[in-house]
Nanobody, 114 residues
Framework: HVQLVESGGGLVQPVGSLRLSCAAS????????MEWYRQAPGKGRALVAT???????NYADSVKGRFTISRGTAKNTVYLQMNSLKPEDTAVYYC????????WGQGTQVTVSV
């Protein structure tokens, strides 16, 4: 029943920035560990960032120091702020919760290219 809707992707230049948004039905954003994943062309879906119910964050080594996951003030949206983007960040980005426990949304495409 939970729907996950990602948005905010687009075409950006290397070293540019982008903020992705994830909206979810129900209350999972405030009651679950929220996660961002990405799937690059020809590769599997990989965990990028997580934020616990208490606000503790973790990041994949590949994005550490560049990406920031956060919850919106209204607690109905999760964000992924992406800075210093690299071509290898190109992927479809997905949000989920509790270890990918929910049905995946459509994702949002991020393309980093000149």
């Amino acid at each position: 029943h939970v729907q996950l809707v990602e948005s905010g992707g687009g075409l950006v230049q290397p070293v540019g920035s982008l903020r992705l948004s994830c909206a979810a039905s129900g209350s999972i954003i405030s009651t679950a560990r929220m996660e961002w994943y990405r799937q690059a062309p020809g590769k599997g879906r990989a965990l990028v960032a997580t934020i616990s119910t208490g606000g503790t964050t973790n990041y994949a080594d590949s994005v550490k120091g560049r990406f920031t996951i956060s919850r919106g003030t209204a607690k109905n949206t999760v964000y992924l702020q992406m800075n210093s983007l690299k071509p290898e960040d190109t992927a479809v980005y997905y949000c989920n919760a509790n270890g990918g426990a929910y049905v995946w949304g459509q994702g949002t495409q991020v393309t980093v290219s000149v």
